[in-house]
Nanobody, 114 residues
Framework: QVHLVESGGGLVQAGGSLTLSCAAS????????MGWYRQAPGKQRELVAE???????NYADSVKGRFTISRDNVKNTVYLQMNNLKPEDTAVYYC????????WGQGTQVTVSS
């Protein structure tokens, strides 16, 4: 079983920055493509950034140019650098393997004030 623990969220003003971390632990052979997802109140969870094991990245249009996803395959950790945050980025952020996802972690709350 693999456990995912997200951290790094918080309250920030519009235009500010945060860096999220996602640590995977447990019975891991190797992590595949990983993604950062977010879920705002009353909305479905959406994929905002993904990264392959070989570090090829892809982003949702809403965050392109502002968010950067990265990973450390030795530490089994995935990061999300978020710059120029906007109030509409407010959500609970989760990470997971994009294909064959694990059980979801608790997420980390990001709140952006205007």
């Amino acid at each position: 079983q693999v456990h995912l623990v997200e951290s790094g969220g918080g309250l920030v003003q519009a235009g500010g920055s945060l860096t999220l971390s996602c640590a995977a632990s447990g019975r891991i052979v190797s992590l595949g493509a990983m993604g950062w997802y977010r879920q705002a109140p009353g909305k479905q969870r959406e994929l905002v950034a993904e990264i392959t094991r070989g570090a090829v990245t892809n982003y949702a249009d809403s965050v392109k140019g502002r968010f950067t996803i990265s990973r450390d395959n030795v530490k089994n950790t995935v990061y999300l650098q978020m710059n120029n945050l906007k109030p509409e980025d407010t959500a609970v952020y989760y990470c997971n393997q994009v294909y064959l996802p694990f059980s979801w972690g608790q997420g980390t709350q990001v709140t952006v004030s205007s």
